[in-house]
């Protein structure tokens, strides 16, 4: 089983920045893709940023441009710079990810994921 614990989220002021860290621990899959995810009150969790074991990310059209992913393999860690955070950022923010993985382009679809954490509020004000 692979354990997931994101940190980072909080409240900040639209045009503010965050970071948002997964670190994974436990059984480590081979050929790891990981992601972050998001979901509103209300909406449908929605793909956010991906990326594979080679580091070729695929990002969401809505923070292609504002968000970078980036990924320690030797740490296990994922990383989520935000900047420019509008309040449509507000969500609870989701690390997540799945072995066997070779993907040239990592999906932004849930269902792929097996492994999840517990999230990460990230709250944007106007």
């Known amino acids: 089983q692979v354990h997931l614990v994101e940190s980072g989220g909080a409240s900040v002021q639209s045009g503010g920045s965050l970071r948002l860290s997964c670190t994974a621990s436990?059984?480590?899959?081979?050929?790891?893709?990981m992601a972050w995810f998001r979901q509103a009150p209300g909406k449908e969790r929605e793909g956010v940023a991906a990326i594979n074991r080679d580091g070729n990310t695929v990002y969401a059209d809505s923070v292609q441009g504002r968000f970078t992913l980036s990924r320690d393999n030797a740490k296990r860690t994922l990383t989520l710079q935000m900047n420019t955070l509008k309040p449509e950022d507000t969500a609870m923010y989701y690390c997540?990810?799945?072995?066997?993985?070779?993907?040239?382009?990592?999906?932004?679809?849930?269902?792929?994921?097996?492994?999840w954490g517990q999230g990460t509020q990230v709250t944007v004000s106007s």
């Open positions: 997540a990810e799945v072995g066997g993985c070779y993907l040239p382009n990592p999906s932004l679809h849930h269902s792929t994921y097996v492994y």
């Open positions: 436990g059984y480590k899959p081979g050929a790891v893709c």
